[in-house]
C-alpha cells in the first residue's frame, strides 16, 4: 500500500503564499504521475496541477501562473507552491500519485487525507 501525507496547510490573508508538500511511502515500485486536487464546501473535486515522472506539468485554468508544483523522484515528494492566493482558493488540498507497488502490477491511483487552506482577512 501507498501513502501519502500532506503537509503545509493553514490560515493566510488573500495575497499572501503558502506551500504544500506532500511525501509518498509505504510499497512503491514507481510512480508516475503525482499532484494536487482540492475540493471546496458543496463543489466537485478539481484539478489544481500534476507532474509526470517526465516532468510534464498541468495547471488548473484557476491557478496558472499563480501556482507551481515541484518533484523530487528521489524522495517520493511533491510540493505546491501557491502564490497571491485568493479567498476562492479555500478548499481541502488532496494529495494524489498513480503508482505501482510490485513489478508487474497495475497502476493505481492513490490519495492523501488532505489539508486545510483557509484564505481569508
Known amino acids: 500500500q501507498v501513502q501519502l501525507v500532506e503537509s503545509g496547510g493553514g490560515l493566510v490573508q488573500p495575497g499572501g503564499s503558502l506551500r504544500l508538500s506532500c511525501v509518498a511511502s509505504g510499497s512503491i515500485f514507481r510512480i508516475t504521475t503525482v499532484g494536487w486536487f482540492r475540493q471546496a464546501p458543496g463543489k466537485q473535486r478539481e484539478l489544481v496541477a500534476v507532474?509526470?515522472?517526465?516532468?510534464?506539468?498541468n495547471y488548473g485554468d484557476s491557478v496558472k501562473g499563480r501556482f507551481t508544483i515541484s518533484r523530487d523522484g528521489a524522495k517520493n515528494t511533491v510540493a505546491l507552491q501557491m502564490n497571491s492566493l485568493k479567498p476562492e482558493d479555500t478548499a481541502v488540498y488532496y494529495c494524489?500519485?498513480?503508482?505501482?507497488?510490485?513489478?508487474?502490477?497495475?497502476?493505481?491511483?492513490?490519495w492523501g487525507q488532505g489539508t486545510q487552506v483557509t484564505v481569508s482577512s
Open positions: 494524489y500519485a498513480a503508482a505501482v507497488e510490485r513489478r508487474g502490477e497495475d497502476l493505481s491511483g492513490y
Open positions: 507532474v509526470t515522472s517526465g516532468s510534464t506539468t
